[in-house]
T-cell receptor, first 114, second 115 residues
Framework: DGGITQSPKYLFRKEGQNVTLSCEQN?????MYWYRQDPGQGLRLIYY???????QKGDIAEGYSVSREKKESFPLTVTSAQKNPTAFYLC?????????????FGPGTRLLVL | GENVEQHPSTLSVQEGDSAVIKCTYS??????FPWYKQELGKRPQLIID?????GEKKDQRIAVTLNKTAKHFSLHITETQPEDSAVYFC??????????????FGTGTRLLVSP
């Protein structure tokens, strides 16, 4: 998991503002994921990408957008349409996204609304 | 729909006791069941996993059992230590229509081990 980095550690968003969370991995993994973690709700999948230039919506994609222009990078944008963005955001990666793979997590970004 | 239920939500034990956390899943096609440990403010870290072709797996003080018929799996920690205190998440793999496998997570168990 040391091969996945996220930045910033803390991020503050003003009303109506879009913010972008960075996720980089040097594990040569094909698949990358974004999760949102709220207290008492576990991890919920926002978006995932199995290969470069392809990504799919997860269970709670509304108000979020992603891109996958490079294998190493999977940035997440929290748009102004996301009305309750305060949460801990975790990025993860796995070798291929196929059957039964371990996912390795980044250190997370805590997003707070001003 | 896809669902993983986890119990209990909190668990307090004395050092040296055993702790058991249980999860149930809804998709009979699920074939991969990892357990993650998350310390406060840190990333989840894999502690053990099991695949559907085995019923039990053990790694030192940690073991996981799987009952495919009943669709439930459990984490067992023996001889608990204060450093085992953390939130533990179970997960089950779910196959999308595209063939891609995602993980669905339980809501977590906060384990507190008192010295």
């Amino acid at each position: 998991d040391g091969g996945i980095t996220q930045s910033p550690k803390y991020l503050f968003r003003k009303e109506g503002q879009n913010v972008t969370l960075s996720c980089e991995q040097n594990l040569n993994h094909d698949a990358m994921y974004w999760y949102r973690q709220d207290p008492g709700q576990g991890l919920r999948l926002i978006y995932y990408s199995q290969i470069v230039n392809d990504f799919q919506k997860g269970d709670i994609a509304e108000g979020y957008s992603v891109s996958r222009e490079k294998k190493e990078s999977f940035p997440l944008t929290v748009t102004s349409a996301q009305k309750n963005p305060t949460a801990f955001y975790l990025c993860a990666s796995s070798p291929h996204g196929g059957g039964g793979e371990t996912q390795y997590f980044g250190p997370g970004t805590r997003l707070l609304v001003l | 729909g896809e669902n993983v239920e986890q119990h209990p939500s909190t668990l307090s034990v004395q050092e040296g006791d055993s702790a058991v956390i249980k999860c149930t899943y809804s998709d009979s096609a699920s074939n991969y069941f990892p357990w993650y440990k998350q310390e406060l403010g840190k990333r989840p870290q894999l502690i053990i996993d099991i695949r559907s072709n085995v019923g039990e797996k053990k790694d030192q003080r940690i073991a996981v059992t799987l009952n495919k018929t009943a669709k439930h799996f459990s984490l067992h920690i023996t001889e608990t230590q204060p450093e085992d205190s953390a939130v533990y998440f179970c997960a089950a793999s779910i196959k999308e229509n595209t063939g891609f496998q995602k993980l669905v997570f339980g809501t977590g168990t906060r384990l507190l081990v008192s010295p």
